[in-house]
C-alpha cells in the first residue's frame, strides 16, 4: 500500500473516480500521457484539481535556473573565445606576413588587420544577443518557479541548508549586476545612500494562512452567467464578505482555528443557511488535521457540517442537471451525435445495461442532504477518524483492489482496506455513485423513485430504514442514522442550494 501517491497517480486517480472516457480509453489503448495532458483533459471535463506541493523548492526554484543560465553562459564564454583565438591567429599570419612578404607586406598586413579587427567585433555584437537571452531566460524561470512554489506549505528542515546557500547565489549574482549598474550612475560622484525600515514583529502563522485564503476569495472571477446578467455599470463598492464566488481550498495544513476564523470572515453561519437554504461554494480538500482538538462537542459537529455539506448540495446539482438533461434528451424523436455519446457516458457511469433509459432515470438522482451528511458524521468520527485525516475516506467505503488504508484491527480473514481518495469532494462523488449503482441498494432506489412518481419532497428520514446493508449492523445502523439526523436538525439542510447555482424548477416523471 502506497501512503503517498504521486501527483500524476493522484490525477489518474480522479480520472477512474470521475469516469473520464478520454483518459481511460489512452490508458487501454497502452498510450503515455503526460502529467500536464491528463490535467488539461480533466480541467476540460470541469474536475476539481489538488496542487501538487511535492515538490522540491531547492530544485525547482534555484538549481534548475542556474543550471540553465551555467550552460549559456558557458556557450558564451566559448563563442567569445574562439573568436579571439581566430583574431589572434589571423593576426600572427599578418605579421609574419611583414617580414615574409618583401613587396607590399606592410600593407597586407594593415588589409588584415583592419578586417580581423571587424571580424573580432562583429563576434562581440554577435554575443550580445546570447547574453541577453541567457539573462532574460534566468531571470523569468526563477521568478516563475519561485512564485509557483510558493504554494509549498513547509520547507523540510534537512534542505534549508541547501536553500539558504542556492539564495545566496541567486543575491550575489544580484549584486553584481547592481553593482556594475550603481558605478556607472554614480560615475559623476553623486552617491545616494538610502535606509530600509524593517519590521520586528512578525506575524502568527494563523494571521499568514488566514490573509492568503481571504486573497484567494477577493481574486476569484466572477462566472460568466454572472457577467453576463449585469446590463447597467454600477458604483463600485466595496465587497462584503458574505459575497463569495466557488472557492476551493488548497490542502494549505489549515488549522482549525484557521478554518473557523475564516467562516467568521465570510459571515458562513449554519442559522443562516437553515433560514436561507443556501450555502456557500467553499470546497475543502481535506479536514484540519486538529479538528479532535475542539473541545465543544456542538462547535465540532458544526465545523465538520461546514465543510461537508457545500460537497455534497454541489454534487446533488450536478446530478439534478444531469437528470434535467435526460429527461430533455429522451422526450426528442432526433438527438445528435453528441447527445447519444452523452447517454452512452452516462449508461456506463451508472451501470445500466441494454439502455434502459427507465432505470438510468432511476438511478440518476440526488442522495438526501440528511442523510450523506448523517453517514458522513458516522462513518469518520465527525472528521476525525484516522481514515477521514489519511485518505479523505469520509463514508468508509470498502475496496479489495484499489488504493486504501488497512483497518488496525483486520481480522485474518479480513482483506479489505478502506478506499482512501486524492480530496473530499472525491470521496462524495464515489459514495453517490455506490448507493446509485450497487445493487445492495436497490431497495433505497425503488421508494426514492416511488416518491418522485407521486410528486413528493425526497427526505432523508423515508429512506433511512432502506439502508440496512450498507453496514454489518444492519437494522441498528439505520437507527442510529435517524437518530444522528434527528437530534443534528439535519432534515432543515434538505432543500439548500449554493449561493451562485441557478434556481431549478421541480422535476416531475
Same mark, same amino acid.
Given at each position: ?154 520547507? /523540510? ?38 535606509? $530600509? ?9 494563523? #494571521? ?5 485564503? @481571504? ?30 464566488? /466557488? ?103 451508472? @451501470? ?61 480473514? /479480513?482483506?479489505?482496506? $478502506? ?17 446509485? !449503482? ?7 432506489? #425503488? ?11 425526497? @427526505? ?5 430504514? !432502506? ?12 437507527? $442510529?442514522? #435517524? ?10 439542510? #434538505? !432543500? ?14
Amino acid at each position: 500500500m502506497k501512503k503517498n501517491l504521486s501527483y500524476r497517480d493522484k490525477l489518474l486517480e480522479l480520472a477512474q473516480i470521475y469516469k473520464i472516457s478520454e483518459i481511460q480509453n489512452y490508458i487501454k489503448r497502452k498510450k503515455n500521457l503526460t502529467t500536464q495532458q491528463i490535467e488539461h483533459i480533466l480541467k476540460k471535463n470541469n474536475v476539481p484539481i489538488p496542487k501538487d506541493f511535492n515538490v522540491s523548492f531547492f530544485k525547482k526554484s534555484i538549481s534548475n535556473p542556474i543550471s540553465k543560465a551555467g550552460k549559456g553562459v558557458s556557450g558564451i564564454y566559448s563563442d567569445t573565445t574562439d573568436g579571439v583565438g581566430k583574431f589572434f591567429k589571423r593576426t600572427k599570419k599578418g605579421a609574419s606576413g611583414l617580414y615574409d612578404d618583401t613587396t607590399g607586406g606592410v600593407g597586407n598586413f594593415f588589409i588584415r588587420l583592419w578586417r580581423n579587427s571587424g571580424n573580432l567585433g562583429i563576434g562581440i555584437l554577435n554575443t550580445i544577443p546570447k547574453v541577453f537571452n541567457t539573462v532574460s531566460n534566468f531571470i523569468s524561470n526563477a521568478l516563475v518557479d519561485m512564485f509557483s512554489s510558493f504554494y509549498t506549505s513547509e520547507v /523540510e528542515k534537512t534542505k534549508t541548508n541547501k536553500l539558504v546557500k542556492g539564495f545566496g547565489i541567486v543575491v550575489i549574482t544580484c549584486a553584481i549586476g547592481i553593482t556594475f549598474y550603481t558605478i556607472k550612475e554614480n560615475y559623476d560622484g553623486n552617491n545616494i545612500t538610502q535606509s $530600509i525600515p524593517v519590521e520586528k514583529d512578525k506575524p502568527k502563522k494563523i #494571521e499568514k494562512q488566514k490573509k492568503e485564503v @481571504k486573497k484567494k476569495i477577493e481574486k476569484k472571477p466572477q462566472k460568466k452567467e454572472e457577467q453576463k446578467q449585469v446590463k447597467k455599470p454600477e458604483p463600485k463598492k466595496e465587497k462584503s464578505p458574505s459575497q463569495v464566488t /466557488e472557492l476551493v481550498l488548497p490542502n494549505l495544513n489549515i488549522k482549525t482555528e484557521t478554518v473557523l476564523s475564516l467562516f467568521d470572515d465570510v459571515e458562513y453561519d449554519l442559522k443562516t443557511v437553515r433560514n436561507h437554504k443556501k450555502v456557500k461554494p467553499i470546497y475543502f480538500t481535506q479536514f484540519p488535521k486538529d479538528l479532535d482538538e475542539i473541545k465543544n462537542t456542538q462547535l465540532k459537529k458544526e465545523t465538520f457540517i461546514k465543510i461537508v455539506l457545500p460537497l455534497v448540495v454541489a454534487e446533488n446539482e450536478k446530478i439534478l442537471d444531469d437528470k434535467i438533461k435526460l429527461k430533455k434528451i429522451t422526450s426528442k424523436k432526433m438527438t445528435s451525435d453528441k447527445e447519444k455519446s452523452w447517454l452512452r457516458l452516462k449508461l456506463r457511469e451508472y @451501470k445500466v445495461k441494454n439502455s434502459d433509459f427507465t432505470e438510468l432515470n432511476k438511478r440518476m438522482d440526488i442522495i438526501p442532504v440528511s442523510i450523506a451528511l448523517a453517514q458522513a458524521a458516522k462513518e469518520s468520527g465527525w472528521g476525525t477518524s484516522r481514515f477521514a485525516l489519511e485518505g479523505n475516506a469520509i463514508f468508509g467505503q470498502w475496496t479489495w483492489t484499489g488504493q486504501g488504508i488497512e483497518p488496525l484491527n483486520a481480522g485474518k480473514h /479480513e482483506n479489505h482496506k $478502506i478506499l482512501r481518495f486524492p480530496i473530499l469532494r472525491a470521496s462524495v462523488k464515489a459514495y453517490k455513485n455506490n448507493l446509485n !449503482t450497487h445493487k445492495g441498494y436497490s431497495e433505497f432506489r #425503488e421508494k426514492r423513485f416511488s416518491l418522485r412518481k407521486r410528486n413528493k419532497n425526497i @427526505k432523508g428520514l423515508d429512506l433511512t430504514d !432502506t439502508l440496512d446493508r450498507y453496514a454489518q449492523t444492519g437494522k441498528e445502523y439505520t437507527e $442510529i442514522l #435517524e437518530k444522528i439526523i434527528k437530534q443534528n436538525d439535519l432534515s432543515d439542510f #434538505e !432543500t439548500v442550494q449554493l449561493t451562485n447555482s441557478v434556481v431549478k424548477k421541480d422535476i416531475k416523471l
